[in-house]
């Protein structure tokens, strides 16, 4: 996946293993929540709504409603990983975030519904638009789901990679993941392992 300022849909991550993760991965390496076209375009590669949902009544206010959740989710989840959240000054106490996380999961997510489809078999679609209140819902609730289930939350893993935050879900057999993308920090790790050991010869060969 390119890293680079995200201004398409495969610019983003979406690796994590769920949504509210796939929100705090929007920071690294670069701010990409800093305009309503690409919150439009994670919004649609997340998951949150239906492929085609109509998204054209987002309005200049959503990106910051989102990175404000994202602020509180941190402080939840990276403490969670294994290592200090590491807050902003400035930034919500855990309660405060705790306490706001509660208080958009109570508002009632996207509602789906079943409709036939062009070749008449069901697909899923929405009752109407879905507002910035519900999807920030379905994005806080996804995360007391994962925090108050012990399974999943003994799943949080912080990337092995150099000056890497993101935080991922380890479901892979023996929960040996190191990476949060075996083709982004794993590869890199490789790079610079395959860089020691030559540098190593070299040496030797002097």
């Known amino acids: 996946m390119a890293l680079g300022t995200a201004t398409a849909p495969h610019e983003l991550r979406f690796d994590t293993g769920r949504?509210?993760?796939?929100?705090?991965a929007t920071t690294h390496p670069v701010e990409r929540l800093d305009s309503?076209?690409?919150?439009?375009?994670?919004?649609?590669?997340?998951?949150?709504?239906?492929?085609?949902?109509?998204?054209v009544h987002a309005d200049p206010s959503w990106p910051g409603a989102?990175?404000?959740?994202?602020?509180?989710?941190?402080?939840?989840?990276?403490?969670?990983?294994?290592r200090p959240s590491g807050a902003a000054p400035g930034a919500p106490s855990?309660?405060?975030?705790?306490?706001?996380?509660?208080?958009?999961?109570?508002?009632?997510?996207?509602?789906?519904c079943a409709v036939p489809g062009d070749d008449g078999l069901l697909v899923r679609r929405l009752d109407?638009?879905?507002?910035?209140?519900?999807?920030?819902?379905?994005?806080?609730?996804?995360?007391?789901?994962?925090l108050t289930d012990p399974v999943a939350r003994a799943g949080l893993r912080q990337c092995e990679g150099d000056n890497c935050p993101i935080v991922y879900l380890d479901t892979s057999r023996g929960r040996r993941r190191r990476w949060c993308s075996s083709e982004v920090c794993g590869n890199r790790?490789?790079?610079?392992?395959?860089?020691?050991r030559a540098a190593l010869t070299r040496a030797w060969d002097t």
């Not at 989102?66 to 294994?82: P, Q």
């Not at 855990?94 to 997510?109: G, I, K, Q, T």
């Open 19 to 24: 949504v509210c993760l796939d929100l705090l």
């Open 36 to 55: 309503v076209e690409v919150l439009r375009a994670w919004i649609a590669g997340s998951g949150l709504v239906p492929p085609g949902t109509s998204l």
């Open 66 to 82: 989102f990175r404000e959740l994202r602020g509180c989710l941190a402080l939840l989840v990276r403490g969670r990983a294994g």
């Open 94 to 112: 855990y309660d405060l975030a705790l306490a706001r996380v509660n208080d958009l999961a109570r508002v009632a997510p996207p509602a789906p």
């Open 128 to 146: 109407g638009p879905p507002g910035r209140a519900a999807l920030l819902a379905a994005v806080a609730r996804d995360a007391v789901d994962l």
């Open 189 to 196: 790790e490789r790079v610079a392992r395959h860089r020691r």
